[in-house]
Structure formats: C-alpha cells, structure tokens
C-alpha cells in the first residue's frame, strides 16, 4: 500500500500506522496541556493537535532523501511567507496539500490517501467534541477610546467590580492613529448581563464602540 511507485524500497503497514497514531495521541496530549496554562482559540488548539500528523507524514514520505527534504522545505517557506496570512488552521490546511502533493510526487499514493483519511477522521472527531473551544464565560471585551484620554487604569475599577478575572491582553490604534483600542480577556461570572457593563464603558470612553463577545485571533480582527 505505501509503496511508492518509482521505488520498490516499500515502507511496512504497521510501523507507519504506529507512527501515525502516537502522533495523534501526543499531539492531542500536548495541544490539552497548552489549552490547560494558556488560553487558545479552538482553530489554534485543533492545529497544536493535528500538526504532528503532518509532521510524520512528510518525514516519512522524504524517508532520508536530501532532495525531497529540501525540496518539501521550501515549499514549506513559500507557503509561510509568500502567501497571505490566515487562521491556524488554514495554515494546517495548506500543509496538508502539500505534503500529500509530495506525496504523490514521489509515488507514495497510499500513503497520501491514508494521511488524509486519518486528517480527516480526526477533524471531524475533534470538531463533533467541539475541541479547543473555551468556556462561555470565557470572552474578550474591546475598548475603544480617543486618544486625548489616559487609558491607563481607566476600567480597571469597573472590570474588578463585574469580572471574576481580567487582563490587558493588547492595545493598538485605527482610525489612523485617532484612536486606541484596547482588547481584555474577561472571566465573567455566572448570569452575568452585559447591558450595564457596557453602558458604564460608554459613559467613560466618550460612547466610541465596546464590543464583548468571543476570543478572536489578530486576523480575524
């Protein structure tokens, strides 16, 4: 099955599988004690879980050739730098084509369709135990405020007064440098209602937008 089709050095059924599932496994383990110190998106996580898959698969598919180990490194650097910045996860998608299309370059076709059967049995899988995904209290409320205003500690009495945790996550400017706006990661408590937070917020920051709603990534901003 994986035995490529312009070599006859073929590559055993059981150990590829073996590999293949303590990826898995130890992907999934190290993506649950990241999630466990350092809060993720699930896009992020789901990648941490399933990127030793690919991992294996490319070095088992360059198996000690030089020409394939560079040249699988710089299409690996042309997909980082020379495309357009996405999600983790769409990032993991673009590695999985290429490495299945070295793949199949080089004659391995079952190991390219096993590779994306086990890609895909595994995102189905941690996408249906919503996998990464954070509690709903878990939320991001983003500030923002003219830059005429000292922001420093300016929401901190109304963030200890209706939060259970919070921190400045990060702070940038839009509207051409009019003005900041500042992102805070939020632990709200139970039965929480966001109407009088915010409406508090509003009366401070000169009623420029608040937004409280799910942990988004830079690129989804």
């Given at each position: ?33 990241y ?45 980082r ?38 890609y ?33 500690g ?41 109407r ?22 830079m690129?989804?901003?």
């Amino acid at each position: 099955m994986l035995e490529s089709l312009f070599t006859r050095g073929a590559t055993p059924l059981v150990p590829v599988l073996l590999c293949m599932g303590a990826a898995i496994l130890l992907g999934v383990l190290s993506s649950l004690l990241y999630m466990k110190k350092n809060p993720c998106t699930p896009s992020f996580a789901m990648t941490l879980a399933l990127l030793p898959l690919i991992s294996a698969g490319v070095i088992l598919a360059v198996n000690g050739n030089l020409g394939t180990g560079i040249a699988v490194a710089g299409a690996f650097s042309l997909v980082r730098f020379r495309s357009v910045q996405g999600s983790a996860r769409e990032i993991l998608a673009v590695f999985l084509s290429v490495v299945m299309g070295m793949c199949l370059g080089v004659g391995y076709l079952g190991l390219a369709a096993l590779l994306f059967v086990l890609y895909a049995v595994m995102s189905l899988l941690l996408g249906a135990v919503h996998f990464g995904q954070t509690s709903v209290m878990y939320r991001e409320l983003r500030i923002c405020v003219p830059e005429s205003l000292d922001y420093d500690g300016m929401f901190d009495d109304l963030l200890d007064a209706n939060t259970k945790e919070w921190h400045l996550e990060r702070v940038r400017t839009i509207e051409m440098g009019s003005v900041y706006q500042l992102s805070f990661h939020v632990t709200l408590p139970e039965n929480f209602k966001s109407r009088p937070l915010l409406d508090e917020i509003r009366t401070r920051n000169g009623n420029l937008p608040v937004a409280l709603g799910r942990i988004t990534t830079m690129n989804e901003m």
